[in-house]
């Protein structure tokens, strides 16, 4: 079969480059997967040609055992190539790739001798799935090791064999498991799953595979036995567990993403089918699934937040240092979430407050969380013990002088931020980084007055701090730009996702946040049902809907918000005053039990519909509206905010942009990001809802009128022009 | 005998800071709590708030009398759970209950040999994690079931089970006793009672004492500087960091200290559980440095150290021991009894103390004993323990010693003394003293 369709790697090497057969012994090959263009071998076109080559060159020859091992034990491959599938844009062409694939993987099932995969470090995907083509598969022992099937989580499946050799090797269950989670596995659980045969020191790796291929040692597989064939391959069990996943994939998901579905139909009868029948299944569904939306719009997403993780790394002359002593000021709900985050995250941090409560509930939640991750085998013992002692409370404002980075969560007021940020400035060194997790302050202002304000920045954490993945790195005016850099090298390394972004108020989040709710608050007064719109954006991707989202932020802080985003951007931002006869100190929300929901105390009870709304409803107008009409008027009033922030360049693209938007409001991944969505609907299209939104009777009546939808300049060019956010 | 007098030539070493945890009662809020865990706390956090380079030191010594099982070198533990770079190297000292005072008295000797400048000292002890163990015949019982193979063998094991083999051993209990004079110390403070003819209530009235002392001194704050607030592990949700020592009661009175039993000597012996020392958890720790090295680290020396003494006695005595070492360390000082301005001295039983004060005044026991003419000197006891003592604080065996000179180092500050005595009893008979100096 020939590889044709699959884009090159423009510095890809000369044919037989990429991989290396060594025989070290006798009967003996071992072939080395060592592209001389890639750090971390990837399947790209080049070196499944020369994969194809040196297994041809062994079926012509004869050898005892054949190990295939990465350039370093903790280096084996990590999957196919991202780029080159994401450029593929005829089914066709990615139908005979993988036809490609499956019959190269068969001829290496197919080898005489023992196959031995040697796999250590990360081994995602399509390399795991290389490995299941192997007769014995033995792993490096070593934390750096991660495997597992991942393609669900980029809107493809596993689809070079994972969906029918995994239910195969371990069982449907855990297959299924593996395969929706898309979780990478640690060696140890692993093993124990029996993804793979044997652990052995990274050291020790190439010995035992070589010992494994030549027959001196026969690893024990637990077999599956009669589970085999009640469980496995008994249709009427396949159903029932297919049946099972594919609910639990609908809640998840809404059906909004076929890829996991898809791969529940196909490893159900994976090991029913025959390996041609199955392989031909898995090639029709990768090739309609990678050139379908949603696998471009989630591949976007990730490359976006590959590259925001590589922010301040690899650049010349230029290192940001390894943070291992940090401070926190204030001890809420955010101090604690960040200094618990950084503690669990090798940063020995100490937390100041002047409540010992504070302090209190600051170790009682880390040490919960502490004793959690221990339970489920995520920290052994000792790093458990480790990560307690990263987290130290200080009840005064001293010993902090060792701190590499102070971020300060204290109240939201400028003059606080100011004086102790000039009170921390005599203690700590003049490098120390002074971060401010303000979410409605000017970074700007906050430095006023600190000596050597070029360390000063903004990093704007969201709550929950332990779930929210985006950080959103702030710029101030006189923020040296190294300092940005080994901030969002920070937020990296506590697995967070860093945007670099300006300081303007409401910074972007928030910013594009603030219309999208007072529209909700809009829509609520004239008339429309909270559980209706929440529904509604549900089903367009969202993962809240704004008044559940209002409920969790708390009215007060929305209040508060929206006033200062008025301040900043004047009428189109004039917030809607008719939630005020709702707001009242015992109703603000999920945190006082009762806003547009009630929340009962109970654990676990659900949330209902407040059943006093319609008394503060005084319009009617919304009632008329379409459901699309509703999204349009929530949804573009983002996009047009998005324009605005791109003209004014509050971050560096599109594509920063919609990272956010995804990471920080959880707009739908499917759709791509905010950016992505009006891009889908077209600059054209956009205004002229825009313009239809504008001139509508309730709309043209408000304070401030039709300002805050009245088309931003870059949509109108871009309309004029024909373009898109990311075809500009 | 051992003398060491530093006003002779050589470097003037100071400490430079202190910190402990609260003094908690055993088997109260620090009952889960872990000796490296909080050592490592303190350490820690002595550390941040000198705001020295944990590089900059030189070793880690900690003093402990029972360390975890799993933590014979307790002071490597703490040390590097405290963050200290694994470079640094640490090790683990005991001398008993004199355990906190002989980290640092090991500091000074290396400093003066020439050897390193700067020490992290500390005194560690969680008694509440002392075990129960196996007695030699559960562990034989245990023995014969591993080693049994056959079916009959295995069955033959299992019947030779008894009842009475579960019967455990109690580790605090057997620590507390000397194994060469066979009495555990309660026993060694009721022979000094009798040989001083101490009466009961002259031992309820000096513990009635400590606890109204301690109370005040808490009322006054004197504590909080060296007392570092601590949440202990599998604290409840309800429950706050434990920021006092729980051990003075407001409540206590002669009646009340008269309605106990001797503990020890049943019918007729003094010592009750209300005028002995409880069994305690603590940790503190102190920062031994070079005069100049503190002024480089840019601290404010506590108190500079002026001589230090050990000496042994009689087993069966032990609690008399710092009249010996205090006799020598004072000499060593160049100065009297008369001299010093507070005295800290363990209260391990008030037959103990009240013992030391009679035969520090007394010439014939010094002739005795000390092979010298005249008394020591009279011990002021309104000058002595004035914050209470290990009667109403707890008596965390290994800890002890580091309190001793961190409360005698603040009160030379606090009640504008140039001289302070720190000294305790040590069980299997020795004593050990330390003369301070206020830093001008």
Redesign the interface.
């Known amino acids: 079969m020939e590889l044709q369709g699959f884009p090159l790697p423009e510095d890809s090497p000369e044919p037989g480059a990429c991989i290396r057969i060594e025989r070290p012994e006798p009967d003996l090959a071992v072939l080395v997967l060592a592209p001389p263009h890639r750090s971390l071998a990837v399947l790209d076109a080049p070196l499944l040609r020369d994969l194809d080559a040196a297994v041809a060159e062994l079926e012509n020859g004869y050898q005892k055992g054949v190990v295939i091992a990465g350039a370093e034990p903790l280096k084996f491959a990590a999957g196919a190539d991202i780029d080159a599938i994401e450029s593929i844009t005829a089914p066709a062409d990615l139908k005979r790739i993988c036809d490609f694939v499956h019959d190269l993987f068969l001829r290496i099932d197919k080898l005489s001798g023992r196959v031995v995969a040697a796999i250590g470090g990360p081994v995602p995907g399509g390399a795991f799935e290389l490995s299941l083509a192997c007769d014995y598969i033995v792993a490096a022992d070593h934390p750096k090791t991660r495997i597992g099937l991942p393609e669900t989580m980029l809107g493809i499946l596993p689809g070079w064999g994972g969906c029918h050799r995994l239910p195969r090797r371990v069982g449907l269950p855990t297959a299924m498991q593996a395969i929706l989670t898309g979780r990478l596995y640690p060696a140890r659980q692993a093993k124990k799953m029996g993804l793979v045969d044997r652990l052995t020191h990274p050291e020790y790796l190439l010995r035992v595979a070589s010992d494994i291929a030549m027959g001196r040692e026969t690893p024990r597989r637990k077999a599956r036995g009669w589970k085999g064939m009640l469980v496995d391959r008994n249709p009427l069990m396949a159903n029932l567990i297919a049946k099972k996943a594919r609910e639990t994939v609908y809640r998840k998901t809404r059906g909004k993403y076929p890829a996991p579905l898809r791969a529940i139909d196909i490893t159900a009868e994976g090991p029913r089918t025959s390996m041609q029948q199955a392989a031909r299944k898995e090639g029709d569904a990768i090739a309609e699934l990678a050139t379908g939306p949603v696998c471009k719009a989630l591949l976007s997403i990730f490359g976006s937040s590959e590259e925001a993780k590589k922010l301040g790394r690899d650049l010349e002359g230029f290192e940001p240092r390894t943070f291992r002593r940090a401070g926190v000021l204030g001890g809420g709900v955010m101090g604690g979430g960040i200094a618990s985050n950084l503690a669990l995250k090798g940063v020995?941090t100490?937390i100041f407050d002047l409540a010992?409560?504070a302090?209190?509930a600051v170790?009682?939640e880390h040490?919960g969380d502490v004793a959690k991750r221990l339970k489920r085998r995520r920290l052994t013992k000792a790093e458990s013990?480790?990560a307690?002692?990263r987290l130290?409370?200080?009840?005064s404002m001293?010993?902090?002088?060792?701190s590499q980075i102070v971020i300060e969560a204290v109240a939201e007021r400028l003059d606080v931020k100011q004086s102790v940020f000039q009170q921390l400035a005599r203690q700590v060194g003049s490098d120390c980084i002074l971060a401010s997790n303000t979410s409605s302050l000017s970074v700007t202002s906050i430095a006023e007055g600190v000596p050597r304000p070029e360390r000063v920045v903004g990093m704007h954490f969201f709550n929950p701090v332990k779930k929210m993945p985006l950080v959103e790195v702030v710029r101030g005016e006189q923020t040296a730009h190294e300092v940005a850099l080994e901030v969002a090298a920070l937020a990296v390394k506590m697995g967070k996702t860093p945007v670099i972004v300006r300081d303007v108020a409401g910074f972007l989040v928030n910013r594009l946040l603030g219309p999208y709710l007072d529209e909700a608050v809009r829509l609520f007064i004239d008339g429309a049902q909270p559980k209706q719109v929440d529904e509604l954006m549900l089903d367009f991707g969202m993962p809240m809907g704004p008044f559940r989202l209002l409920d969790e932020v708390g009215l007060d802080i929305a209040e508060h918000a929206s006033e200062s985003l008025h301040q900043a951007y004047g009428e189109r931002m004039i917030p809607c005053t008719g939630l005020e006869p709702m707001r009242s100190p015992d109703r603000l929300g999920r945190k006082t039990g009762k806003g547009f929901y009630v929340f009962p105390k109970e654990r676990k009870a659900r949330e209902s519909v407040a059943p006093d709304l319609a008394d503060y409803q005084s319009g009617s107008s919304a009632r008329r509206l379409s459901d699309e009409q509703i999204v349009d008027r929530l949804v573009l009033s983002m996009v047009n905010e998005a324009s605005r922030c791109l003209e004014e360049d509050v971050v560096a693209g599109a594509k920063e942009l919609d990272l956010a938007t995804v990471f920080g409001t959880g707009f739908a991944p499917f759709h791509g990001g905010l950016l992505h969505y009006a891009d889908k609907l077209g600059a054209t299209e956009v205004v002229a809802r825009l313009e239809g939104i504008a001139a509508s009777e309730d709309v043209a009546a408000r304070p401030g009128g039709s300002a805050k939808f009245e088309p931003a300049a870059l949509l109108r060019e871009n309309a004029r022009r024909n373009l898109g956010f990311f075809s500009a | 005998m051992l003398a060491y007098n530093l006003l002779d030539d050589g470097p003037d070493i100071v400490l430079a800071a202190g910190l402990r945890s609260p003094w908690v009662r055993a088997g109260s809020a620090f009952r889960y709590e872990d000796a490296g865990h909080l050592g490592a706390r303190v350490a820690r956090e002595l550390i941040a708030r000198s705001g020295i380079d944990p590089a900059e030191i030189d070793e880690v010594i900690a003093g402990c009398v029972g360390p975890p099982h799993d933590q014979a070198n307790i002071g490597r533990v703490i040390a590097l759970r405290a963050g200290v770079p694994q470079a640094v190297p640490a090790r683990t000292v005991a001398r008993n209950c004199a355990s906190g005072i002989e980290a640092v008295t090991s500091a000074v000797a290396n400093i003066r040999a020439g050897f390193g400048t700067t020490y992290l000292t500390l005194g560690v002890e969680v008694m509440s994690a002392y075990p129960l163990i196996m007695g030699h015949r559960l562990t034989g019982f245990f023995e014969r079931l591993m080693k049994a193979r056959s079916l009959g063998a295995r069955l033959k094991g299992i019947a030779s089970f008894r009842p009475s083999m579960l019967k455990p051993r109690v580790a605090l209990l057997e620590g507390l006793t000397d194994p060469v004079s066979g009495l555990i110390m309660g026993k060694t403070a009721e022979l000094v009672a009798r040989d001083f003819g101490l009466t009961r209530e002259q031992c309820d009235g000096f513990a009635l004492r400590s606890h109204e002392r301690a109370l005040a001194a808490q009322e006054r704050g004197r504590f909080q500087a060296e007392i570092l607030p601590h949440l202990p592990q599998r604290a409840r949700k309800s429950a706050g960091a434990v920021d006092a020592d729980d051990g003075p009661r407001s409540d206590q009175s002669m009646e009340r200290l008269g309605r106990l039993k001797p503990y020890f000597d049943k019918p007729d012996g003094v010592v009750t559980v209300g005028n002995a020392c409880g069994i305690t958890d603590g940790a503190a720790a102190l920062l031994v440095t070079t005069a100049e090295r503190c002024a480089e680290l840019g601290l404010k020396p506590m108190a500079r150290l002026r001589s230090f003494a050990w000496s042994g006695c009689d087993p069966a005595r032990m609690g008399l021991g710092p009249v010996y070492s205090s006799a020598l360390a004072l000499d060593a000082a160049g100065c009297r009894l008369d001299d010093i301005g507070t005295v800290e001295i363990n209260e391990a039983f008030a037959a103990q103390v009240l013992g030391c004060a009679r035969a520090f005044e007394s010439a014939s026991w010094a002739e005795r004993h000390l092979n010298r003419s005249h008394a020591v000197g009279e011990l002021d006891l309104a000058r002595t323990n004035v914050n209470g003592g290990a009667i109403a604080l707890g008596h965390p065996v290994g800890a002890t010693g580091a309190r001793l000179l961190l409360t005698a180092a603040h009160e030379l500050e606090v009640g504008d003394h140039e001289l302070a005595l720190a000294t305790l009893c040590i069980g299997g008979g020795q004593g050990g003293a330390v003369v301070l100096e206020r830093v001008a």
Do not use: E, K, M, V
């Open positions: 020995a100490r010992p409560p302090l209190d170790l009682h040490r013990l480790q307690l002692d130290d409370c200080s009840r001293d010993g902090f002088s060792g």
